[in-house]
Structures are given as C-alpha cells and as structure tokens.
C-alpha cells in the first residue's frame, strides 16, 4: 500500500490534504506533517491544506500550526490527489460532503476503525495510537528527510492522541516513532509549553466543570450550557476537549461531556470508558470513534439523557 501511495504523490503535482472537522492535535499534525514531509522530499509539488482559517483563530494549537488553511473548490480539486487523513467518517471530513462526484485518486490514512469503507488506497493502523504515527513511520520507511517542522508538527499529534504515551495504545512503536521524531529535533519541552499554557478563562471553565458535573453509578457527566461559551470567551472547539477533566477520580469508569456546536447547530457528544467499550453506543447517536473514546451528535437535552441512561446500564452490567 506504502508503494502505491508514494507512485500516486509522484504522479500527482498537486495534492490536498484533508483532516476532519473539529481539529485535534493528531488532525492538525498529521495533516501538517505529511504536507510539510512531502514538500521537503519531492520536487515542485503543491501542496493545499483543506479547512477554513477560523478553525484556527480560537484554538490554542494555533501557537503550533499556523496554516494556511485553504476552502476547496472545484478549481483546486482539478488534477489533484485528494488525501484524507485521521477520518473514519465521510461526512466529518473538513471540505467534503461525499465521493459521489469526485473523480480524483483518494487516498485515507487513518487510526480509527473503518466506520465507512471510502478511498482508493488505504493506510489504515487500528492499533496505532495516531494519524500522526504512522505517517512517522511512512517517513522513517521511505527514508524521508524529516524536517524540525515536520517533526514538530507529528510529535504534537503523537503527543496529544496517546494521552501524553499514557493511553493503552501506546506501543514500542509508538515509541520509537517519538525518539525518531526527537531525533530530528522537535522539543518536548518547548511543545508542552506550547500544549499547556491555556488561557486564563479556559483554566477557569474547567474549574466550572469540575464544581458541577453530575456522577450517577459510576458515569460522569456534564452538559455545559450555552451561556457558558459567551462567559469564559471558550470556543465550541476548545469546550468540546474537556471530557478528560470528567475522568480524574478513581470511582469514574465512563464520562459523557457535551457543548453546543453553534455553527453546525448541533450538541456534540464526547464519550470516554474506563472498562467497557462505548462505540457502539457512540454510533446510536451519529457517532463512533475508539472503543474507549468516541463522539457523537445529539438534539439536546432529552437525547442527552437518553445517553447518559445507556452508559449507567452499561456500567451496571
Ligand atoms: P472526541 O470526543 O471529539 O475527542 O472524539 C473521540 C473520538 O471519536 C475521535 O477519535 C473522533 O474521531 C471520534 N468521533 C468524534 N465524533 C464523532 C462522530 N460524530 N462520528 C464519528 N466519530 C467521531
């Protein structure tokens, strides 16, 4: 599969580079870091970055990715090689609704379980703990030169979507993929100045949270109103990454966190487990994602708590 993808970059001049909606730490840094490791070992290519530039404006990753992000149109998609990458769903890819008129080559790179079976050429790691590991590893293979800024860009995303190598995806490879990254001069230490140093509001937020959310059995939830977003000036994309705070006590196996999404109108659902898988529940609600860790899209608070009841009885069982 390796072999293919790297025939299709060179026969391509042009290539896109997508992610899914809501960026993450891995979306932003495999999206990134394959552009910027493509633009480095393969002459005159060019490379766009599909997304709006407000996604980046209230997230605090902007101290590490700087875009730019480009809307697609038709003018740009002509000739080019689409590659998605950390996308398991159509529908959440940042500047695609559907394959169904789109005549170029598509390629996925993903870590997430195929929730839709989309693409020409798949790169697809279920086990890796990262986009980002394995386009490391594309690299390493390939014998790429890896830029500081590649490197940086990748090990943000290994960083930020294997808990900081604390999640069960953590593997040797993992690992080696960071010190290879480290190799080839990204900071750690100047990345988790980057990574923690939030906003005063946002620190504030999360005190909110942790003084209100509710714990029935042994879930944790919270649904945070709207008002809240205006209060501590937090974006919905910023909000929406707080279902870890829900996790930190011990008697918590399972957290439910959702903020409302004014752009899209709708209540986005961050979902977590300690114990059972939750994926499934996720998918109920227009979601899905990891086995311990997926999302999911509601109507509000009546959905909000149909979901909460599913997660008890799963947690009762
Ligand atoms: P989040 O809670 O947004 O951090 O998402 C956790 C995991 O679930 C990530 O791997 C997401 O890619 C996935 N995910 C989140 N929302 C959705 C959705 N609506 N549909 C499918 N997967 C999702």
Redesign the pocket.
Known sequence: MIKQFLEEIKNHKKIILYR?Q?P?GDAFGSQFGLGELIKDNFKNKEILFSGEEEELKGNYLNKIFKGPLKKIDDNDLKDALLIILDT??IE?IEGIDSFDNVKNKVIKIDH?AT?EDYGDIKIIHEKYSSTSEIISEIAEKSKWNISKKSAEYLLTGLITDSGRFMFSSVSENTLHQASILVKNNAKTSKLSGMLNDRDINFVRLQGKILSSFKVNKSVASYMMPKHLHKKFGVSYSTA?SM?FLLMSSKEIKYGLFSSYDSKNKVWKV?IRSKEKPINKIAEKY?????KM?????INGKGEFNKLLKELVNLSSK
Request: glycine share 20%; aromatic share 0%; net charge positive.
């Open positions: 899914h809501k993450d398991a769903n959440r997430h929730a929406s279902v961050s227009s979601g899905g994602g990891h860790a997926s999302g999911a899209k």
